[in-house]
């Protein structure tokens, strides 16, 4: 059985995050470039192999997408398009950013590392990661 990826895609970097072989929690995997995030992606495919990939869709508070949508959507296709294998799912990914940023300060996180927004992206990607696997249990 094969991993599943959460992925945070923004306009400049893309957290990811991967699932534990038994697809019971996320673990934080890397935040690349927008640029690199294909590459990354194939390389990473030849290592382990992928089920699926979740993709959070930005919304705002009422259910319309958020600014990156677009840029998202174009991410989609294209990794359809790279991967036609891999299903991809999208994920609600309000309040991501909020509760990264709030889970670094809960597990002690000092305030310089907290600036890095690699980061908090990466784990954006575990957090919409996390909550699809706890959404979708077989």
């Given at each position: 059985?094969?991993?599943?990826?959460g992925?945070?895609y923004g306009?400049k970097r893309?957290g990811?995050?991967?699932?534990d072989?038994?697809?019971i929690f996320?673990?934080?995997l890397?935040?690349v470039?927008v640029d690199?995030?294909t590459?990354?992606?194939?390389?990473?495919?030849?290592d382990?192999?992928?089920?699926?990939?979740?993709?959070?869709?930005?919304?705002?508070?009422?259910?319309?997408?958020a600014?990156?949508?677009?840029?998202?959507?174009?991410?989609?296709t294209?990794l359809?398009?790279?991967?036609?294998?891999?299903?991809?799912?999208l994920?609600d990914?309000?309040?991501t950013?909020?509760?990264a940023?709030?889970?670094m300060?809960?597990g002690?996180?000092k305030?310089?590392?907290?600036?890095?927004?690699?980061?908090?992206d990466?784990v954006?990607?575990v957090?919409?990661l996390?909550?699809?696997?706890?959404?979708?249990?077989?």
């Open positions: 059985m094969g991993r599943i990826m992925i945070d306009q893309v990811l995050a991967v699932s072989p038994l697809r996320a673990i934080p890397e935040t470039t690199k995030v590459d990354f992606l194939k390389k990473y495919y030849e382990q192999p992928i089920d699926l990939f979740v993709v959070g869709y930005p919304r705002h508070l009422d259910n319309t997408p600014q990156n949508a677009s840029r998202v959507t174009a991410f989609v294209h359809k398009r790279t991967f036609p294998q891999i299903p991809v799912k994920a990914e309000r309040f950013s909020k509760m940023f709030q889970a300060i809960d002690g996180l305030k310089k590392d907290r600036r890095d927004k690699a980061t908090i990466k954006s990607a957090i919409i996390q909550e699809y696997l706890q959404n979708n249990k077989p």
